[in-house]
């Protein structure tokens, strides 16, 4: 009986329906699908097309194998279900990951499509845990946590959580789940099991490396580099919720230009709109925008402008995305999607004429007034309810497709100003998805709470997120939500936060601070509130020179960390590098989660703890000098270093 046959540069096997194909994708990399009843589909949501690969493939009556490079997939015939189970080995011949085998009476598959009746599959895959792996990546989860192992993960976006499906392995390999449906992932100690609600077919990428840099370097050739950084990205952002006009804004603007402090970027939030999605600006509070832009450029400042994927049913543009098909559609129940300030639907990011009709309007209303840069806020799209069931788009069903959705969002405005001849677009988005970094995302942690341990949380988070390709990344420094500018318990953890912010990809201060101050049109209609001042003048004058000391060193890094973003962008390494992505050979590191390496030079070790005034670094083996004191130790020892209120630890590499 003939289970395999050979196509080209790719390993078949078939047997009871299902149809399993492994081809070489990206040197050193194998794509594998899998599909019941059907042919397998070549479905791009990440992947890219590959550069040619030459493979060996061998084939036998029960035993077949796909070597690419450093990578090779061992296919099996186990002799009494005749179900094929894949191993994944180096070029030591060292097990990288393998499947669950049946285990004889127990039946285990480890592809296993569960029937929709009337429609496609539940999807569940199953690999063999490995003993004393760790598993990095995954994108941004609010958990104080690196390594996942041991971990279940919801494979589902939510403000302040975006599900990346790559992760790093210490086995020396990098796995990317190519499906976008909804779903889970457990990397439990005895098998790691990735589950899809609705999917056609399997579908995964893995690719074998000796470094973390070189798996990084592999998964963006598959999946997109990064484009170059612009200049205005290395700098200082100013933000807060909300500058509500025009005037108020600019008076900002000047005022850090009166003080002698650089800012690159300031932002006009949300609600600058008459209507949530009609896409301009309010005349009443923003009556001459490209005046206020000109003003911004003249002080060498660029305005980034919030855009929402809401179309509320009072918008001027609801009535004609409805009839042309561009909303995202409820599957039952009402046609809203969100309540906030009025009832709204999402527009459909997957749908190429949606994503035409948009541009048109950012294009007319903000482009053409000369903004370049834009805040693509709501990116999941943040469902009301998260009743992830109840929504369909023109790619398919939420559960089948949902998790591209802020890929797609973040497409449709780089694809527009590409055509207007922008070289280098990158917009800050509230989510991401595999593939999101070629399209210029740069993606901050959503709105999370003013509290130390969401601070702690977001270290991980911006580790992990460039473990997931996503090298460009940013929080709101001091937290969204809960951050009274007053009190001095919240500008302690605001300076903590400001200096470890000089240290992020992207510098950007941001809040919802209180109290809020109430605003009214002239007519005496009250609309959105603004927050209480956050600017770095705001929180004591014994803080202020603090905080101009991190912005002043942000701009003397400016050559560094502009060398930072062209690697990013021309080898896929994140800027924020976990200890054990520069020392991977060193045990020390594997599990380190309060420090990390800006770029290769610099050890940042920030102060988490309210009330700290000293904590202890690890230091790797070699030289290690304090860029504060000029204190030079030696590496492979942890030191206790003191940490006054004025200064974080950092350490430069000799």
């Known amino acids: 009986m003939r289970y395999f046959e050979q196509h080209g540069n790719e390993l078949i096997w078939r047997n009871k329906g299902e149809t399993l194909i492994i081809s070489p994708w990206g040197e050193n990399s194998l794509r594998v699908r899998s599909t019941l009843q059907g042919e ?67 039946m285990l598959r480890s592809r296993k499509f569960e029937p929709h009746l009337g429609g496609d599959f539940a999807l569940t895959a199953t690999f063999e845990g490995q003993d004393g792996e760790h598993i990095y990546g995954m994108g941004q989860y609010q958990e104080e946590i690196l390594d996942w192992k041991g971990c279940t993960l919801e494979l589902a976006h939510r403000n302040s959580q975006a599900s990346v499906p790559f992760y790093l392995s210490s086995r020396g390999y990098g796995f990317l789940w190519h499906n976008p449906a909804i779903g889970s992932v457990s990397f439990g100690v005895n098998r790691t099991t990735w589950h899809a609600e609705s999917t056609k077919q399997l579908d995964y990428w893995i690719t074998a490396g000796d470094t973390p840099a070189g798996i990084s370097h592999a998964y963006a050739k598959a999946t997109g580099f990064a484009p170059e950084m612009p200049e205005y ?28 402090l650089k800012i690159d970027v300031i932002v006009c939030d949300f609600f600058h709109w008459p209507k949530m999605g009609d896409y301009r600006f309010d005349p009443e509070f923003f009556p001459d925008p490209a005046a206020m832009v000109k003003e911004l450029n003249e002080m060498g400042i660029e305005l980034m402008v919030s855009v929402w994927p809401q179309i509320s049913l009072t918008s001027e543009n609801y009535e004609e995305m409805l009839q042309q098909g561009l909303l995202v ?33 950012v294009k007319q209303n903000y482009f053409d007034h000369g903004i370049r840069i834009f805040w693509l806020d709501e990116a999941e799209p943040e469902y009301g309810t998260y009743d992830f069931k109840n929504y369909r788009y023109h790619m398919g069903s939420n559960l089948q497709i949902g998790n591209i959705y802020p890929q797609q969002y973040a497409r449709l405005f780089y694809e527009g100003m590409k055509q207007e001849g922008m070289d280098k677009p990158v917009n800050l988005l509230r989510c ?44 709101d420094i001091g937290g969204f939500h809960g951050g009274w500018t007053e009190k001095p318990e919240f500008r302690e953890l605001l300076v903590r936060w400001f200096q470890w912010g000089c240290y992020c990809p992207v510098m950007r201060l941001h809040g919802d601070r209180q109290p809020h101050e109430r605003i009214f049109r002239k007519d005496g209609t009250q609309v959105l509130d603004s927050g209480y001042d956050n600017e770095v003048w705001s929180f004591g004058e014994e803080n202020e020179p603090i905080l101009v000391k991190y912005m002043q060193r942000r701009e003397a890094l400016r050559p560094y960390v502009r060398g930072l ?25 594997a599990l380190l989660k309060d420090q990390y390496m800006f770029g290769g030079r610099y050890l940042v070790a920030p102060v988490m703890q309210p009330g700290a005034r000293s904590r202890s670094v690890y230091l790797p083996e070699g030289r ?28 430069e590499r000799m």
């Open 565 to 589: 973003m062209q690697e990013a962008h021309e080898k896929g390494t994140p800027l924020m590098r976990a200890m054990f992505y520069e020392f991977p050979e060193d045990p020390a590191c």
């Open 40 to 106: 397998v589909q070549d479905t791009r949501f990440a992947l890219l097309e590959p550069e040619q690969a030459e493979v060996e493939i061998e084939i036998e009556d029960m035993h077949a194998c796909i070597r690419n490079g450093k990578i090779k997939a061992d296919v099996a015939v186990d002799d009494w279900h005749r179900l094929a189970v894949i191993t994944f080995l180096n070029q030591k011949g060292e097990v990288l990951l393998r499947e669950t085998a049946p285990a004889n009476a127990l």
């Open 432 to 475: 991401a998805w595999a593939g999101s970094q070629r399209y210029g995302a740069l993606v901050w942690s959503g709105d999370i709470m003013c509290r130390w341990e969401d601070f702690r949380r977001q270290v991980c988070a911006g580790l992990n997120m460039g473990c997931a390709g996503i090298p460009w990344w940013t929080t």
């Open 233 to 260: 990205g290395l700098g200082f952002w100013q933000c807060k919720l909300r500058y509500w006009n025009q005037e108020q804004l600019l008076n900002v603007a000047r005022e850090y230009k009166r003080r002698g």
């Open 624 to 651: 290690w000098q304090d860029v504060d004191t000029g204190a030079v130790y030696d590496g492979g020892q942890t030191v206790t270093v003191d940490a006054p209120i004025e200064r974080m630890p950092v350490f």
């Open 329 to 361: 559609r409820a599957e039952y129940g009402e046609q809203i999607g969100m309540r906030f300030v009025e009832d709204n639907m999402f527009f459909d990011a997957t749908n190429p004429r949606a994503r035409d009709y948009v541009w048109k309007k």
